[in-house]
């Protein structure tokens, strides 16, 4: 089945460390997005990709940072920059086209120890 | 700055009871207003997606239409497994590839 696959589902985080969220899709889609969803809030975007080795920033970049390396894979880093990183994270893919489905991931929670 | 505002916030509905519900949004040239449907802890699955006034679509027991300035989710006859949470998002002409979010309605549909 194509599809997005997302991992872990549950992540922990430590004072000063970094982590990162794993996003892999087999759709062939060219743009890939990296979502945060806090409760009661919609969601936020925080970078975005639509080819390989470029990436841009999302309304709150800070504090995080990615790669596309291969086009079907496009990781995330919460680093330690990142002050409340407590949220669910959800990656989504979708083709150039004009219409912008997304589909999305079954997301990560990351919760801060 | 593209905005989308959803309510209510919550609803509760007996089964078979038909509601709405309401996201007015306001953008700079509308390109797509899109419904998704989100279940507890997993990613939003799509439901449709609206590109002008006047416009309908309808899948099962939904029916989403769009004015100018909002767009309703309509649920007819409503069932225990429509319970969820629905998401509105907007693309505007404004934006290079980013959709605005509503921060959703969460529909309890009791049996």
């Known amino acids: 089945d194509g599809g997005i696959t997302q991992s872990p589902k549950y992540l922990f985080r430590k004072e000063g460390q970094n982590v990162t969220l794993s996003c892999e899709q087999n759709?062939?889609?060219?743009?890939m997005y990296w979502y945060r969803q806090d409760p009661g809030q919609g969601l936020r975007l925080i970078y975005y990709?639509?080819?390989?080795?470029?990436?841009q920033k999302g309304d709150i970049a800070e504090g995080y940072s990615v790669s596309r390396e291969k086009k079907e894979s496009f990781p995330l880093t919460v680093t330690s920059a990142q002050k409340n990183p407590t949220a669910f994270y959800l990656c989504?893919?979708?083709?150039?086209?004009?219409?912008?489905?997304?589909?999305f991931g079954s997301g990560t929670q990351l919760s801060v120890l | 700055e593209d905005q989308v505002t959803q309510s209510p916030e919550a609803l509760r509905l007996q089964e078979g009871e038909s509601s709405s519900l309401n996201c007015s949004y306001t953008v700079s040239g509308l390109r797509g207003l899109f419904w998704y449907r989100q279940d507890p802890g997993k990613g939003p699955e799509f439901l449709f997606t609206l590109y002008s006034a006047g416009e309908e679509k309808e899948k099962e027991r939904l029916k989403a239409t769009l004015t100018k300035k909002e767009s309703f989710l309509h649920i007819t006859a409503p069932k225990p497994e429509d319970s969820a949470t629905y998401l509105c998002a907007v693309h505007g002409s404004g934006s290079a590839r980013q959709l605005t979010f509503g921060s959703g309605t969460q529909l309890t549909v009791l049996p």
């Open positions: 990709s639509q080819i390989v080795n470029d990436f």
């Open positions: 989504a893919s979708s083709t150039l086209d004009a219409n912008e489905k997304l589909f």
């Open positions: 759709l062939n889609h060219d743009a």
